[in-house]
């Protein structure tokens, strides 16, 4: 027999999202940018599925799901005119290969 070659692979970085606003507070009718950013130690990920999930203050829900592209994906929230005024807050899940993060933020409605 002769001589075999192993490669022993490092176990990768846990990935991690953060999750940014265009501003707050909003008003009605305006657009909400949440920007979801998802990285591997100092590496953007693309590719990973980002569940964003928002809660109004009267406890009704919004979603959206996309996919990051340069490590970015951006879901967009109108408010609209019944939308009530008070704190929301986004939940984004991020999924990539076998591992997941989860972050939050917060925004006020006048």
């Known amino acids: 027999m002769g001589p075999a070659n192993c490669s022993v692979l ?12 265009n501003g707050s507070p909003f008003q009605t009718r305006s657009m909400v940018s949440n920007t979801a950013i998802v990285t591997a ?8 599925t980002v569940t964003f999930n ?6 009704s829900t919004a979603s959206g799901t996309g996919t990051t592209s340069n490590g970015q994906v ?17 939940r984004s899940t991020a ?5 997941s993060a989860v972050t939050s933020t917060t925004f006020n409605v006048q």
């Open 10 to 21: 490092g176990t990768p970085p846990p990935i991690s999202v953060a999750l940014s606003l």
């Open 41 to 48: 130690g100092a590496t953007m990920i693309a590719g990973a």
């Open 54 to 59: 928002m809660t109004k203050p009267d406890g």
């Open 95 to 99: 999924v990539y290969k076998t591992q």
């Open 74 to 90: 951006v879901w967009s929230y109108k408010i609209g005119p019944k939308d009530p005024s008070g704190t929301y807050t986004v």
